[in-house]
């Protein structure tokens, strides 16, 4: 039972350096809209935007590794709990909230690319009710994961 506890820790971590990252990454294409033609300003933004999103696939990738650990570890690991089972439909859900959130990482990404090779990126104002989608996934996926409600 240990092991699991190791496990889940690694991948809850794993998980909250990802959602920094999807959280961060939309503010900084704000910030790119906001900078308008600054070219140095602009440069930066992108700079620090393509390391995020370099940081938070490798997060989302860590995390992902482990959470197939936390999903099938009972097959290997004894005494591991098991998430396979009647009454994990909640799972189901959590998992295609998490999806959602990769989508919109990977439009994000897509974005900053765009910003990158000179073309505009939306209004700030769009940005900002942009960022707040990972927020409210999140809200969701805690909730499905605490309250298992089928």
């Given at each position: 039972?240990?092991?699991?506890?190791?496990?889940?820790?690694?991948?809850?971590?794993?998980?909250?350096?990802?959602?920094?990252?999807?959280?961060?990454?939309?503010?900084?294409?704000?910030?790119?809209?906001?900078?308008?033609?600054?070219?140095?300003?602009?440069?930066?933004?992108?700079?620090?935007?393509?390391?995020?999103?370099?940081?938070?696939h490798?997060?989302?990738?860590?995390a992902?590794?482990?959470?197939?650990?936390?999903?099938?570890?009972?097959?290997?690991?004894?005494?591991?709990?098991?998430?396979?089972?009647?009454?994990?439909?909640?799972?189901?859900?959590?998992?295609?909230?998490?999806?959602?959130?990769?989508?919109?990482f990977?439009?994000?990404?897509?974005?900053?690319?765009?910003?990158?090779?000179?073309?505009?990126?939306?209004?700030?104002?769009?940005?900002?009710?942009?960022?707040?989608?990972?927020?409210?996934?999140?809200?969701?996926?805690?909730?499905?994961?605490?309250?298992?409600?089928?």
């Amino acid at each position: 039972m240990q092991a699991y506890f190791w496990v889940k820790t690694f991948h809850l971590v794993f998980v909250i350096a990802f959602m920094a990252a999807a959280f961060y990454l939309p503010r900084i294409l704000v910030n790119i809209a906001e900078a308008g033609d600054e070219p140095a300003v602009r440069a930066r933004l992108v700079l620090m935007g393509k390391r995020l999103y370099g940081f938070g696939h490798a997060m989302f990738g860590l995390a992902l590794v482990i959470g197939l650990g936390l999903w099938m570890g009972y097959r290997a690991i004894d005494g591991f709990p098991t998430m396979v089972a009647p009454g994990s439909g909640w799972m189901h859900a959590k998992l295609a909230l998490v999806v959602l959130v990769l989508a919109h990482f990977i439009i994000a990404g897509r974005m900053l690319k765009g910003a990158a090779a000179g073309r505009s990126v939306p209004s700030s104002r769009w940005l900002r009710w942009f960022n707040e989608i990972p927020v409210l996934a999140l809200i969701a996926i805690v909730w499905l994961v605490l309250a298992k409600p089928f």
